[in-house]
Nanobody, 114 residues
Framework: VQLQASGGGLVQPGGSLRLSCAASGSIFSSNIMAWYRRAPGKQRDLVAVITANGITNYADSVKGRFTVSRDNAKNTVYLQMNSLKPEDTAVYYC?????????WGKGTQVTVSS
């Protein structure tokens, strides 16, 4: 299983970005996909998670601003990030959890700065 994340970049405060993460390989229909982030000097934290049937959960810091979604036919998870703040600056990682195994993609940098 491989995960390929994309969509990061530099954006001004208040702006938006959409991250994508495509999974390939032996993907089973029942899985959980998630986004994490690691800010400079901090540990990697959960941002959002979505189950195969669309149940979602978010970190308090992003509720109301970020939306996680997925396209099961494409084995892809998305993270729509709106009203971005400088404190959202981090490397964002996607994770796939299936059958007690977890797989991580390489991170994509998101920088929020004026």
């Amino acid at each position: 299983v491989q995960l390929q994340a994309s969509g990061g970049g530099l954006v001004q405060p208040g702006g938006s970005l959409r991250l994508s993460c495509a999974a390939s390989g032996s993907i089973f229909s029942s899985n959980i996909m998630a986004w994490y982030r690691r800010a400079p000097g901090k540990q990697r934290d959960l941002v959002a998670v979505i189950t195969a049937n669309g149940i979602t959960n978010y970190a308090d810091s992003v509720k109301g601003r970020f939306t996680v979604s997925r396209d099961n036919a494409k084995n892809t998870v998305y993270l729509q990030m709106n009203s971005l703040k400088p404190e959202d600056t981090a490397v964002y990682y996607c994770k796939l959890l299936q059958r007690a195994n977890e797989y991580w993609g390489k991170g994509t940098q998101v920088t929020v700065s004026s």
